[in-house]
């Protein structure tokens, strides 16, 4: 069955098909989201176990402070009308097994005075970290996404470059040194095993994590009570009050092209929609060998998906837990002395977060308690399909739960839920390749391409775009959404039309 034509179809109700939707909608087009879930959101959601809501996205949200970067895309999407954020004085802690702990303050001024507390001896170098964070504060990195950079006129360059020069100095100096790096620099022995962990993965550039602190620092980077999912739903609304259509439960099996120009999508129901353009917002490496075959790949394309970007697969270990957390430090990162074998690997550390903060994810006086770890794709994927996959699962459950009662003792008394969410959790909810939790993963070998961008358009193939995380190295929330938007404000300049936002009431 074929259907009557419309302006623009989006493959995924992720963030960036919602805030691709929205726009186009703003902007007098026509248009249809089709979605393999039944939910909006894509990466960006919770799921509920038992009265409990396990968070699976978001920790902080750039834009959540009014009048700050990234604000205002929130507000046309109408997802921070009315909601509450946590702005957290910390972003988590790091304790060694002797209770040595590095807290990191995302007020700068103390988070340099209890560095130097920690290691007097490490004082100049500390120092030259926290007027970096000072610095940042005054930094809006959602200047580099405002546009489209092939709609970039040179006095548009001419600006971007004006508001980078003062930052040129700690973007060299930050944005070409990891945590890891960074830590080889402290003489302390204690900081130089903690700071690798100080914003919960080792390979981060360095000034990736300090803008997140200098954000936290001016409230410009809360949770948004309620969570992803409720944040997700937000946009959802957004777009269908503006008029949009979604399909759930809605699979596309493959775009449909003729002459080298894409006409529409057809569905494993075998229903055919067609449109004047194509937009996926979904996964990359489906998008570009399952639904177009193949055909509209160049060599630098292939380079990508066979190994030269790295992408970050997890394992979440959620609990619904019955005791009340809230006096507890919200996230610690434990440091171990004796490893622990985990899904195949010696794990030196143990990242575990709470959510009392936000009491809508739990019922009153309980509390969700995670336990989030990188792992290989490969690993799980060997054992699926087979009784050992659900074994293992409960296995690396029940070895994270003994380390937990050591941490808290009876805990394994108060545990009234156990979810547990490999990559290929991901990969089957999401259908993201190789069950990524973030499409590339943000290191300073990427950090360049989070800046550039990926081309949102393939070699010979007209009317086709991508947008969202795959050509978005990073894929944080507000830079997915500003995809969404900037190709819409492409189509228009294509079709000579005025681009126009509007403030959700």
């Keep these: 069955m074929t259907h009557a034509s419309t302006d623009i179809l989006i493959i995924g109700a992720g963030i960036a098909g919602l805030a691709a939707g929205c726009y186009a909608q703003m902007n007098g087009y026509r248009t ?115 546009q489209p950079k092939t709609l970039m006129k040179p006095l548009d360059w001419a600006r971007l470059a004006k508001h ?10 930050w944005g070409n040194r990891s945590a890891q790096d960074f830590a080889g620099e402290f003489k302390d022995p204690f900081l130089r095993r903690a700071i690798p962990q100080m914003f919960a993965w080792s390979s981060i550039p360095v000034m990736v994590g300090m803008s997140l602190l200098a954000s936290m620092h001016t409230h410009n980077a809360g949770f948004p009570v309620g969570g992803s999912l409720e944040f997700a739903r937000a946009i959802e609304r957004r777009y269908l009050e503006l008029g949009g259509e979604i399909h759930y439960g809605s699979q596309v099996e493959r775009v449909l092209v003729e002459d080298n120009c894409a006409i529409g999508v057809r569905l494993y129901s075998n229903e055919e929609y067609r449109a004047a353009r194509v937009i996926s917002a979904s996964d990359g ?43 507890k430090p919200h996230w610690v990162t434990h440091l171990l002395d004796k490893p622990v074998q985990i899904a195949g690997d010696e794990r030196d550390e143990l990242g575990i977060k709470h959510y009392c903060f936000d009491p809508s994810l739990a019922p009153p006086g309980k509390s969700v308690l995670m336990v989030m770890l990188t792992t290989h794709y ?115 300049s294509e079709d000579r039309r005025s681009f126009v936002t509007q403030i959700a009431t």
């Design 32 to 146: 249809r989201i089709f979605e393999m879930h039944t939910q909006p959101g894509g990466l960006c959601t919770a799921w509920e176990r038992q009265g409990f809501i396990f968070d699976g996205c978001l920790h902080y949200l750039f834009g959540s402070g009014q009048g700050q970067p990234f604000n205002r895309l929130w507000q046309e999407l109408g997802a921070v009308q009315g909601r509450a954020f946590v702005h957290h004085e910390e972003l988590l802690r790091v304790r060694d097994t002797n209770g040595r702990t590095l807290i990191v303050y995302s007020d700068p001024d103390c988070l340099e005075q209890h560095l130097c507390a920690l290691s007097p001896r490490d004082r100049t170098l500390i120092k030259k970290f926290c007027a970096g964070i000072r610095a940042f504060t005054r930094f809006d990195l959602s200047l580099l996404q405002q």
């Design 378 to 492: 490969d690993y799980w994927q060997r054992i699926y399909g087979r009784s050992l996959y659900h074994a293992e699962e409960i296995q690396e459950a029940q070895i994270l739960v003994d380390q937990l009662e050591q941490i808290y003792p009876g805990i394994k008394a108060d545990i009234e839920v156990m979810d547990v969410a490999t990559p290929l959790s991901y990969e089957r909810y999401t259908g993201n390749w190789q069950g990524s939790s973030c499409g590339w993963l943000l290191t300073k070998q990427t950090l360049p391409l989070l800046i550039r961008g990926l081309p949102k358009t393939l070699p010979g193939l007209r009317q086709f775009y991508m947008v969202g995380q795959w050509v978005e190295p990073g894929g944080s929330v507000p830079v997915v959404a500003m995809s969404g938007r900037n190709i819409i404000q492409q189509i228009c």
């Design 285 to 327: 490496h489906n998008t570009l060998f399952g639904l177009l075959r193949g055909q509209y790949v160049n060599r630098q394309i292939q380079r990508y998906y066979n190994g030269s970007l790295p992408t970050h697969a997890q394992l979440q270990v959620s609990l619904g837990i019955n005791r009340d957390l809230s006096s």
């Design 164 to 173: 980078l020069l003062p930052y040129a100095c700690p973007m060299a100096t």
